[in-house]
């Protein structure tokens, strides 16, 4: 399927992309699931009607978010610190003035975030489909219903709780199809003076570091200031804050309110603006960010040739879920790279979708340092750089691809 109708105002839209056939991102398997591993074609479209960035085929989320999901929030400490912050700012500049405050969260995963609105002892509610993860959040007491969210559940937690005061998703709301449906629970679960804050990787950092690792079957949108305003304005909801997020190599949070509550910030009415300067609203930006992906995609295999004609040993350092983007469109092999290091327990001894690349534990690489590795987890480059100078002081070097194919040590 090349062309679709856009999931949030049916226009029909098709393709400027086409990544190749692609396997779930987080499905990391063993052996005995080769036969039966499950492949899409991974390609994106850009609605010029109301501006949205959208794959076109998607698995079924039961595909994708399941009991055995390998993906913990938990296994950064950037990213658990950032997950403290934005709870902190929602309680000081959200919360402060409410009389017994109810927050809740899409896709509270391990309770990473709520876990500090439980410690200030503020009535929550974690939204996570997933079960291994919300079992995790359960065991640490935060409160998580099991079920994926919609209109229903919402009007089933008002009835139980009353309206939520803010509600909350980080790195969710792009990966929900279903957009409308979900504004609409949203104009539901919030009371009149409610505020919706998520955060998602950011349109205009994917076009302008050619991230287009971003992109995989759980991030159904890329989405920018003008097109979640677009998405959300058609259910009652207007964008009235911005605020750029330095996570996931370049992400936005997004605040906002029921129409006519609340004035747009400054900065919001900046990043309409920037946005228009970007092109984020042109056809033509999506056709340069395409020779962009062939150049970036051609420069990595050339390189990863390049040392494997010397004989070089490289290794991937973090099987995240783009890395599965990367390492099937540009066609790196087990020959390229030997396996890839990663510290979840979850994705370890098994192998990389779709190509089969071993995932070892950290000791691995710390045990034999290899003479490149591949910085698959680029979004984590300051604290991957401060733990691993022993590396580079052993002769190490580091290649990555964002925002451009380099080495660097
Ligand atoms: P993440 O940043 O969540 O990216 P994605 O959303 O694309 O999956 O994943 C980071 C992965 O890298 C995760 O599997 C943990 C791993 N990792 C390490 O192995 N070592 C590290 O030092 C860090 C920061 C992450």
Known sequence: ?????????????????????????????????????????????????????????????????????????????????????????????????????????????DGIMLQHFKEAGIRHLGIEPSLNVADA??????????????????????????????????????????????????????GPNGLLIFEDPYLGDVIEKTSYDQIYDEHVFVFAAGSVNEAFSRHGFELVHVEPQTTHGGSMRYTLAKKGVMKPSAETLALFKREEQLGLQNPTTFETFRENCERSRDELMALLNDLRAQG???????????????????????????????????????????????????????????????LFAWNHKDEIMAKESAFTKSGGKWITYIPKVEIFE
Request: proline share 7%; with cysteine; net charge negative.
């Open 312 to 374: 070089k040993t490289v290794a991937g350092y973090g099987a995240t879920s783009k890395s599965t983007t990367v390492i099937n469109y540009c066609g790196i092999t087990p020959e390229h790279i030997r396996y890839i290091s990663d510290t979840t327990p979850t994705k370890q001894n098994k192998f990389t979708p779709g190509v089969h690349i071993p995932v070892e534990p950290y000791e691995t690489f710390t045990n034999n340092y290899p003479d490149y590795a591949l």
């Open 137 to 190: 959040a359960r065991a640490k007491g935060i409160n998580t219903v099991s079920e994926f969210f919609n209109a229903d559940l919402a009007q089933k937690i008002v009835e139980e709780h009353g309206c939520a005061d803010v509600v909350l998703a980080a790195n969710v709301m792009c990966h929900i199809p279903t957009l409308p449906d979900i504004a609409k629970g949203m104009s539901t679960l919030l």
């Open 1 to 109: 399927m090349n062309s679709i109708e856009c999931r949030i105002c049916e226009t029909p839209i098709s393709a400027f992309i086409s990544f190749g056939k692609m396997p779930i991102a987080n499905g990391f398997l063993l052996p005995e699931h080769y036969q039966n591993e499950y492949f899409f074609e991974l390609s994106t479209a850009f609605c010029p009607n109301c501006g949205m960035v959208q794959i076109i085929d998607q698995p079924t989320p039961e595909m994708m978010f399941h009991e055995d999901y390998a993906f913990f929030s938990g296994t950064s400490r950037y990213m658990s610190m950032h997950f403290e912050r934005f709870a902190k700012s929602v309680m000081q500049n959200r919360l402060r003035d409410k009389d017994d405050p109810f927050v809740v969260e899409l896709g509270s995963n």
